[in-house]
Structures are given as structure tokens and as C-alpha cells.
């Protein structure tokens, strides 16, 4: 008998990419609209593969309460700037953007923004599949 297979992240997949290089970050983002996939977010994931990824939008504030992995998050401007990161941020923590104004979260696998060089100001985008 073979386990069953973990459940998709949700929403729509899409394309992260830095502007500045064009640099594809993640080849498979998925969006979380919904409240409740918003609720959801990666609690029940146990790894994400290389170039997955999850994005929130309206999300200033997250907990890794319950999660089985570390995970890198970003908060973003409305118009796609990294204003704040949150890097390899281990299970039962709380992260919040702590610049004011509106936010949307970014969330992928531990240890890939010190692969990308995410910085402060840099600008990204979602490419809709």
C-alpha cells in the first residue's frame, strides 16, 4: 500500500520573476485567494520542490504554528517590491511585515533567497500561467 500523495498547493500556478534580470525564481507559484487557502497556506506540506512556491495576497502576517519545515517569506509591495524578508523561518514562529501599508506574502523553501540574492527593493513579478 502506497502513501497518499500530498495535496497540490492551491490555486492557479503562475511564474515568479525578478525584473531587474529576468530571473525566473520559481517555476511553479501558486496563488492562495481564498481565506480559507489563505488559512491553509503550507500546513500539511512536508517540502517543497525546487521552484515552488506559495503567494498571499493581502497577507501582512503568517505562523509556521503546526509546519514540518523551515521557510523563506518575503512581504511585498502591492506593485511586486521586496520591502520585507523573513529568511529560513523555523516552525512555531510568527513573521509580520514590518513596514506599514498593504502587503502580500511570498513563501518558498528555506535557503532560497540566499540562492536568488533576494534584497530589500528588489522588484518582482507573477507571470499567470
Known sequence: MTAPLPAPLPGTPGTLRRTRDRLVLLSRLRRASSPREQRLGLLGVAALAPG????????????????????????????????????????????FCRQPGPANTLETAAGAFQSWNLQLGDQLEIIQA
Not at 497577507?59 to 519545515?69: A, D, L, S
Open 52 to 95: 515552488e512556491g506559495l503567494f498571499l495576497p493581502g497577507v501582512r502576517m503568517i505562523h509556521t504554528f503546526f509546519m514540518k519545515m523551515a521557510i523563506d517569506v518575503a512581504f511585498l509591495s502591492p506593485d511586486g517590491t521586496v520591502r520585507d524578508l523573513h529568511p529560513r523561518l523555523p516552525p512555531w514562529r510568527i513573521a
